[in-house]
């Protein structure tokens, strides 16, 4: 006899796949930015890929910046070569050097989650095949960071407990800086399903 589905089942189902980013993604979406990321830089795979073709800090900004609400996103670590920043930052800043202004930015070799300029927390190092994942509260100026689908240490989006406070000013874009040659990270801002759970409260992805 074939398996009969109750009304449990479907309301779990969906809620799976809405916490997954639903079952066709975020409508509307965002991307990498073609016209807001530095030389000796390319975009592939639906601008969501970002690789830096040579030595030295490259950067690049996402099409949307964020004033208010709360959103999750993720980002792939395709190859780790030199320094990798990811974080979010204002429109107006570098995109060299990116972790020396206003927003965060999560350091791959030392682990710092760098906030405004100056390392906040030692949030783990990350490299090639990593999965970062990122709740950002932005009309409280909190973020939260994590791995492989674990947050750091007592953080907890969800129950809005364990965030670190970030000083913005207009609107916050996710961004990416590498500086070694052939280093490359892919974002998931919620065009297709994400590889972790979406905390309770959260946009997922961002539009």
């Not at 030199?82 to 972790?99: F, R, Y």
């Amino acid at each position: 006899m074939d398996h009969l589905w109750d009304g449990t089942d479907l309301m779990g189902v969906a809620q799976q796949i809405l916490a997954a980013g639903g079952a066709s993604g975020l409508v509307g979406a965002t991307k990498w930015n073609p016209s807001d990321k530095s030389a000796n830089t390319t975009l592939s795979n639906n601008d969501l890929t970002f690789t830096r073709n040579a030595a030295g800090a490259g950067g690049v900004r996402a099409l949307v910046g964020l004033s208010s609400g709360k959103n999750y996103w993720e980002v792939t670590i395709n190859n780790s070569a030199g320094l990798i920043d990811i974080g979010a930052i204002g429109g107006g800043q570098s995109l060299t050097g990116s972790a020396g202004g206003l927003g965060f930015a999560w350091r791959s070799t030392t682990g710092a989650l760098i906030i405004n300029g100056t390392p906040d927390i030692t949030s783990g190092s990350y490299t090639t095949g990593d999965v970062l994942i990122f709740a950002f509260d932005r009309g409280n100026n909190l973020i939260y960071v994590g791995k492989n689908g674990s947050w750091y240490g007592s953080m907890n989006p969800s129950a809005g407990t364990g965030g670190r406070s970030v000083s913005t000013s207009g609107a916050t874009y996710p961004n990416a800086e590498v500086t070694g040659n052939g280093g490359s990270v892919t974002a998931n801002f919620g065009a297709t399903p994400f590889n972790y759970s979406v905390p309770t409260g959260f946009t997922p992805g961002v539009a």
